[in-house]
């Protein structure tokens, strides 16, 4: 997991990161996450995750929701929102 940009960004409550997280601040191109997947026991293929950019693959997506810290170890870290839904390639398409 790579966030390039200013840690107290995460520590921030949520209130002051509305505020505080713009584009201006914040690049969401160089903030992101690997995925690795496996399937059927197989090798794991990698896949980077974007913050506006989710990793689609088929009807399963995984979407990064948000950017979080560690309180304890100081690391951050990605909360994910995993989907399975056949609508998910007939909305994200039009």
């Not at 584009?23 to 794991?44: C, E, I, S, Y």
Request: hydrophobic share 45%.
């Amino acid at each position: 997991m790579i966030f390039s940009d200013d840690p107290a960004l995460l520590k921030a409550s949520k209130k002051q990161q509305r505020g505080l997280m713009t584009r201006d601040r914040v690049g969401l191109d160089h903030n992101w996450a690997t995925l690795a997947l496996v399937k059927d026991g197989g090798r794991p293929s990698l896949h980077p995750v974007f913050m506006l950019s989710p990793l689609r693959e088929g009807f399963f997506q995984a979407t990064i929701t948000d950017f979080v810290i560690d309180p304890d170890s100081e690391q951050p870290g990605v909360v994910l929102n995993f989907t399975h839904n056949y609508f998910n390639v007939l909305f994200f398409s039009i």
